[in-house]
């Protein structure tokens, strides 16, 4: 099952470079500071499931996500449209190939003979947080523009599981 899972994330390929490199302004949003956050939502990270599955924010509205994750397994909270976390799957299958992400967290270290920055293999695109099991992070964003937008986590298989979620943005 988990390999047709991988198999169909590597079907859904797209180029990597419509991906924003991480000094980039993405088309609905920047990141901002917590202390700019007019407001916060809590967000929790199960094995295959986001709590609550939709978010509505307003154009311009600078929002604080706390995410927990109450689950088993490594998760991503990810802010973007389909095809950006369809690109973003293929760079997530090359860090679990690589042996950089297990299903439970990052290898920091262990990774002996392996220059991941030379293979652009790093997980900071301003848009995105891991959260291992039974730990909470933080990403606070400010939406500018009125899209479809979704959260999601792009780890291998989670997508294509049902870990995806909607923001309607009004403006």
């Given at each position: 099952?988990f ?9 859904l390929?797209?180029?990597l ?8 302004h993405f ?9 700019q956050a ?8 199960g094995d295959m499931?986001?709590e609550p599955?939709?978010l509505a924010?307003?154009?311009g509205e600078t929002?604080?996500f706390?995410l ?9 909270f990810?802010?973007?449209?389909a ?13 679990v190939a690589?042996?950089m992400?297990?299903?439970t967290?990052?290898k920091?270290?262990?990774?002996a003979?392996m ?5 652009g293999m790093?997980h900071d695109?301003p848009?995105?947080v891991l959260?291992?099991?039974?730990k ?13 937008l979704?959260?999601?986590c792009n ?9 995806v979620?909607k923001?309607?943005?009004a403006?």
């Open positions: 099952m390999a047709r899972l991988i198999a169909a994330a590597v079907l390929g797209v180029s470079s419509s991906l924003a490199s991480p000094g980039e088309a609905f949003g920047h990141p901002a500071k917590a202390d007019t407001r916060t939502l809590e967000l929790t990270l499931y986001f599955k939709s924010v307003k154009e929002v604080r706390v927990v994750n109450k689950g088993q397994l490594l998760h991503e990810n802010l973007g449209d095809a950006m976390h369809a690109a973003h799957q293929q760079e997530m299958l090359k860090m690589s042996g992400l297990t299903s967290g990052m920091h270290d262990g990774m003979g220059d991941h920055g030379a293979m790093k695109d848009n995105s959260v291992e099991p039974g909470t992070a933080e990403l606070t964003w400010t939406f500018t523009k009125a899209t479809d979704e959260f999601a780890i291998p298989g989670h997508y294509q599981a049902g870990m979620g923001i309607a943005i403006d």
